[in-house]
């Protein structure tokens, strides 16, 4: 069972970041469900050769490719897939070492929904990147309660100092653009496969 819903979790994570129509996905689940209610489908691994089922998973390559340009519009997830990427891109796999929601971690939008004066793309542009995942970032609640709609230049250093390695790494940009939310996005994404 821990290893249906740890699987579930992941299927479910790929299908949504690959926008697997929701119905599509309800009518293969109900269907398998009653195959294995009926024992017809007896382990985790029978589920997976289930032809309508692996063919409705996303691969690898979708996935990686679908990661690259995925936006996120729900912040409990945003911060559940950098949680779980910031895991994979350190290495670590200890629970204790995991940023939950629990603790005082909450989700930065580098680009601001609402962009002041120091942010110079055109408005339609940065509504578009708004909630690109490769914009958003994990941060204390203490440091980002301090940043509001400040321009880049502001943030950099507060980025730059997480102990979070995939938002440190925004601090080694020299601007906050279309181009380098779309480079740290290609970074997030080549861990996602392994997430």
Aim: charged share 20%; glycine share 6%.
């Amino acid at each position: 069972m821990a290893r249906l819903i740890k699987n579930a979790v992941n299927w479910s994570v790929r299908c949504l970041v690959s926008a697997v129509p929701s119905g599509t996905l309800e009518g293969v689940y109900s269907k398998n469900a009653k195959s294995i209610s009926d024992g017809v489908i007896k382990s985790v691994d029978d589920l997976v050769r289930e032809e309508t089922f692996a063919s409705l998973i996303p691969r690898d390559d979708a996935f990686t490719a679908n990661m690259q340009t995925v936006s996120v519009a729900t912040g409990s997830l945003a911060r559940y897939y950098l949680r779980k990427l910031q895991i994979v891109a350190d290495g670590k796999s200890d629970l204790e070492y995991t940023p939950n929601q629990d603790t005082d971690v909450t989700l930065e939008h580098v680009l601001p929904q609402k962009p002041g004066t120091d942010w110079k793309m055109a408005p339609e542009v940065m509504q578009t990147l708004y909630n690109r995942l490769g914009n958003l970032a994990l941060l204390t609640g203490s440091r980002n309660s301090r940043l509001g709609n400040v321009g880049f230049d502001a943030k950099k250093p507060v980025l730059q100092a997480s102990s979070f390695s995939l938002t440190s790494m925004i601090g080694g940009f020299s601007n906050w653009e279309q181009k380098e939310i779309a480079d740290r996005q290609r970074v997030l994404a080549q861990h996602a496969a392994k997430a």
